[in-house]
């Protein structure tokens, strides 16, 4: 996991963001809820990472369309999958998802 020497995640702007966002959801973890697993989120995951550079990006940063409320296991497995990642653009504000980057 990439860390952000920025401290972004102690600012208010980012509380906001994030408490606004899992309620949003409904403070669950999206990613059980697919699969039909009513379990609550403990993380509020950037799907395009927070970098230093990204951290300072509002349009990644602190865009819903970017996040993703998901519990520890499901956190973990995000980050530490073997699978391709896939490429995320952000385009008008919204991410788009984009086909299977090369490994
Ligand atoms: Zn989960
Ligand atoms: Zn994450």
Known sequence: ??????PFYKT???KECRAAYLHKVNGLCELCMERGIIKPADIVHHKIHLTDETARDPAIAL???NLQAVCIDCHNALHFRKAPKKRYEIIDGKVVI??????
């Open 63 to 65: 865009n819903f369309e």
């Open 98 to 103: 984009g086909e299977d980057a090369p490994l």
């Open 1 to 6: 996991m990439r860390s952000v020497s920025f």
């Open 12 to 14: 208010r702007a980012w």
